[in-house]
């Protein structure tokens, strides 16, 4: 069965650099897309951004571009989000997923908080 | 960007009941690039509806999508305890996704 897997819960200062993994099974990892999905408490989810598995192409929503990467890694079937200059702002439930235009498998979800 | 209006905020109904959700687009989302979500706390969205009306994989048939242009709706039929949750709509436009702010479907 298809799953992806997150990394676990992380706290961070502000100023610092969080980087979340997003291992996939169950389906070849290259055939989809990966995308990163934030939500803030109380609040709808908010699109990141996507890398293409296969040729590691990136789009990035205009809000994080220039501090957030994401990455893949195929040999292990892994994505990665790496979202720099962490701000209070940032704290979020940050979740992967799968799809091209919805997205049908998620994530756990990681919790990122950034607290001085 | 495309920002997604849903309404109501909080739907107030009894198990058994129907369920109508909007989904209102700033401009017009192609049929093919909106999908609806269901979430429950704690948990990631699980998706519902892809292509405006399409179910997903396991979806019971009491959930059922409409719209085009920029009027969507998701409609649950007979409401069963485990649907009171929180939905979200969905679109894709130019290589970048938005999603709604969500209606509550809570128990009156």
């Known amino acids: 069965q298809v799953q992806l897997v997150q990394s676990g819960a992380d706290m961070k200062k502000p100023g610092a650099s969080v980087k979340v993994s997003c291992e996939a099974s169950?389906?070849?990892?290259?055939?989809?897309?990966i995308h990163w999905v934030r939500q803030a408490p109380g609040q709808g989810p908010e699109w990141m951004g996507r890398?293409?598995?296969?040729?590691?192409?990136?789009k990035y929503s205009l809000k994080f571009q220039g501090r957030l990467a994401i990455t893949r890694e195929t040999s292990a079937n892994t994505a990665y989000m790496e979202l720099n200059s962490l701000r209070s702002e940032d704290t979020a439930v940050y979740f992967c997923?799968?799809?091209?235009?919805?997205?049908?498998?998620w994530g756990q979800g990681t919790l990122v908080t950034v607290s001085s | 960007e495309i920002v997604l209006t849903q309404s109501p905020g909080t739907l107030s109904l009894s198990p058994g009941d129907r369920a109508t959700l909007s989904c209102r687009a700033s401009?017009?989302?192609?049929?093919?690039?909106l999908a609806w979500y269901q979430q429950k706390p704690g948990q990631a969205p699980r998706l519902l509806i892809y292509?405006?009306?399409s179910r997903a994989t396991g979806i019971p048939d009491r959930f059922s999508g409409s719209g085009s242009g920029t009027d969507f709706s998701l409609t649950i039929n007979r409401l069963e305890p485990e649907d009171f949750a929180v939905y979200y709509c969905?679109?894709?436009?130019?290589?970048?996704?938005?999603f709604g702010q969500g209606t509550k479907l809570e128990i009156k």
């Open positions: 997923a799968r799809g091209a235009v919805s997205f049908d498998y």
């Open positions: 969905q679109q894709y436009s130019n290589s970048l996704y938005t």
């Open positions: 401009q017009s989302v192609s049929s093919r690039f």
């Open positions: 292509a405006a009306s």
């Open positions: 890398i293409n598995s296969a040729d590691g192409h990136t």
């Open positions: 169950g389906y070849i990892f290259t055939n989809y897309e």
